[in-house]
């Protein structure tokens, strides 16, 4: 199976900061990388797929990079509403696995 | 409108048995994967099963497998996942969901949840 460790856990970060969260794939899964936010007590929400591609909705200031092993989701200016836990998960094969998750707290 | 509404979540007893359901609506039912993910309270996300469209085609994790099962009736666009032999570490919050079209998709559309707890 493919593990996905993230880093960090968790971040402190202030409201306008550029914040980046790395996930690490234990073998190489090409660009086949999302990214969600979960926001407390709500669903999660899709923000990048396919490891770059920004999900129809999304504010420009999240962006993705990556392939291989090594991925990163970058915000810049933090918002307010950004304050949230975020996931990776890798689509390449099955079992489906996600990242244990990095909450982004306010500083 | 898009949206997937989970239901039969509640108290079940060690050992029991307990069936999710999620009604879809809103898009092309049978032209996508869907699937249950769950997590636990205060934990993070955990992918546990995956149908195809056609529902010919199922996958599960390690930790649900031999017990859980994932259906589709395409004709009432509902999902369904039977829980059997339901453990405490069974207890969450599970989410139906909706892959994009296509192969190696992500997840574009999640329910509201529906809590599980497993207790005596």
């Known amino acids: 199976d493919i593990q996905l460790t993230q880093s960090p856990a968790p971040l402190s970060a202030s409201v306008g900061d550029r914040v980046t969260i790395t996930c690490r794939a234990s073998?190489?899964?090409?660009?086949?990388l999302a990214w969600y936010q979960q926001r407390p007590g709500k669903a999660p929400k899709l923000l990048i797929f396919?490891?770059?591609y920004l999900q129809s909705g999304v504010p420009s200031r999240f962006s993705g990079s990556g392939s291989g092993t090594d991925f990163t989701l970058t915000i810049s200016n933090l918002q307010p509403e950004d304050f949230a836990t975020y996931y990776c998960?890798?689509?390449?094969?099955?079992?489906?696995?996600f990242g244990q998750g990095t909450r982004v707290e306010i500083k | 409108e898009v949206d997937l509404l989970e239901s039969g979540g509640g108290l079940v007893q060690p050992g029991g048995s307990l069936r999710l359901s999620c009604a879809a609506s809103?898009?092309?039912?049978?032209?996508?994967?869907m699937n249950w993910v769950r997590q636990a309270p205060g934990k993070g996300l955990e992918w546990v099963s995956t149908?195809?469209?056609?529902?010919?085609?199922?996958y599960y994790a390690d930790s649900v497998k031999g017990r859980f099962t994932i259906t589709r009736d395409n004709s009432k666009n509902t999902l369904d996942l039977q829980m059997n032999s339901l453990r405490v570490e069974d207890t969450a919050i599970y989410y139906c969901?909706?892959?994009?079209?296509?192969?190696?998709?992500?997840?574009?559309?999640w329910g509201q949840g529906t809590l599980v707890t497993v207790s005596s």
């Open positions: 998960q890798q689509v390449a094969s099955f079992p489906r696995t």
């Open positions: 396919a490891a770059s």
């Open positions: 073998q190489s899964i090409g660009s086949w």
């Open positions: 149908v195809s469209g056609s529902g010919s085609s199922t």
């Open positions: 809103g898009f092309a039912f049978n032209t996508y994967a």
């Open positions: 969901s909706k892959d994009a079209r296509g192969y190696n998709q992500p997840i574009e559309l």
